[in-house]
């Protein structure tokens, strides 16, 4: 089975420190993802990666950054942690070659900003 | 990028068929159709993905008609356990940007 594995399931961290968010998959997939998910806003992508050190903005990248120095790895940075950050951080990965690719998520990291 | 509606939410009982049907009308040549479930506390899982007409697997079936503007999932019989969130994905290759819309929370009454 494909893990994706997250490497924080719940955070507290305070207004303005500098947070990372750990994924590391097993599959050797291409493509990874970061999402946020918020009550009534659904799944919302942040940025997303389809190569070693390649990324591309998603529909939310304001206050974040990325990095995937390793094929199986991509973190989320929150340079300066806001309370308008407070949320459900869900990674995932999917192989990246074929037409209608399957996404694996991880279990998701809660991170609490106060 | 195909955008996706579907309903917000749905309630059914028990052993009831639920059909959950997702529009899509900008989708593109090479996308295809995934929907996923997603329990509380937990990311969301693959359930079936599709081309076009009519998929079947051990859980669900995905009716895709010609035009490929929706899409109808639809749970046999369904139970408690299967009250969580379904969301329609349309993507494909090296899209990148796959966006999922707001999803459907089912609710399954005893």
């Known amino acids: 089975d494909v893990k994706v594995t997250q490497s924080s399931r719940y955070l507290v961290k305070r207004t303005g420190e500098k947070v990372f968010l750990e994924c590391v998959q097993d599959?050797?997939?291409?493509?990874m993802f970061w999402y946020r998910q918020d009550p009534g806003l659904g799944l919302r992508l942040i940025y997303f990666?389809?190569?070693?050190?390649?990324?591309e903005k998603g529909d939310i990248p304001e206050g974040y950054s990325v990095s995937r120095e390793k094929k199986e790895r991509f973190s989320l940075i929150l340079e300066s942690a806001s309370t308008n950050q407070t949320s459900m951080y869900l990674c995932?990965?999917?192989?990246?070659?074929?037409?209608?690719?399957?996404?694996?998520f991880g279990e998701g990291s809660w991170l609490t900003v106060v | 990028l195909a955008k996706t509606t579907q309903p917000i939410s749905m309630d059914s009982y028990e052993g009831q068929e639920v059909n959950i049907t997702c529009s899509h009308n900008?989708?593109?040549?090479?996308?295809?159709i995934t929907w996923y479930q997603q329990f509380p506390s937990q990311g969301p899982r693959f359930i079936i993905q599709?081309?076009?007409t009519k998929v079947t697997n051990e859980v669900a079936s995905l009716f895709i008609p010609a035009d490929r503007k929706s899409s109808t999932l639809s749970l046999p019989r369904v139970s408690l356990s299967d009250t969580a969130v379904y969301y329609c994905?349309?993507?494909?290759?090296?899209?990148?940007?796959?966006?999922f819309g707001q999803g459907t929370t089912l609710q399954v009454k005893p």
């Open positions: 995932a990965s999917s192989p990246g070659s074929v037409s209608g690719n399957t996404i694996y």
């Open positions: 599959m050797d997939h291409e493509n």
């Open positions: 990666s389809y190569d070693v050190k390649m990324k």
């Open positions: 900008n989708i593109a040549t090479n996308d295809y």
């Open positions: 599709g081309y076009k």
């Open positions: 994905l349309v993507g494909g290759r090296r899209t990148g940007k796959l966006i």
